[in-house]
């Protein structure tokens, strides 16, 4: 199983990223997806979900507006749009994968308590 992160970088404020999440060794659609990340001495904060058997998605109250989660079943590729990017969204960005989609319609507080697979970050610097 391998889930990887990718398409982070410096980017000055106002601006946008893509980020993606290539998964391999499991079926997509049977597994949720989020989006993580850990800024510097902060605690690991849930994004955003998805259930690419049908494309459900769901955000951390204080994640929407600006993050979009999204997926691509034929790629086995799920990807993160980050609009009007903050220097406050600097941290590395994670995806992970639990089996199922019903941990999704949790508080992402309680996200990542029991993931089954992760995948090694990418970092997003916010800087001018």
């Known amino acids: 199983v391998q889930l990887q992160a990718s398409g982070g970088g410096l980017v000055q404020p106002g601006g946008s990223l893509r980020l993606s999440c290539a998964t391999a060794?499991?079926?997509?659609?049977?597994?949720?997806i989020g989006w993580f990340r850990q800024a510097p001495g902060q605690a690991r904060e849930g994004i955003a979900c998805?259930?690419?058997?049908?494309?459900?998605?769901y955000y951390a109250d204080s994640m929407k507006g600006r993050f979009t989660i999204s997926g691509d079943n034929r790629k086995n590729t799920v990807y993160l749009q980050i609009d009007t990017l903050k220097p406050e969204d600097t941290a590395v960005y994670y995806c992970?994968?639990?089996?199922?989609?019903?941990?999704?319609?949790?508080?992402?507080?309680?996200?990542?308590?029991?993931?089954?697979?992760w995948g090694k970050g990418t970092q997003v610097t916010v800087s001018s």
């Open positions: 998805i259930d690419t058997s049908d494309g459900s998605t």
């Open positions: 992970a994968a639990r089996y199922g989609s019903a941990w999704c319609l949790l508080p992402a507080a309680q996200w990542d308590d029991d993931m089954d697979y």
């Open positions: 060794g499991f079926t997509l659609a049977q597994y949720g």
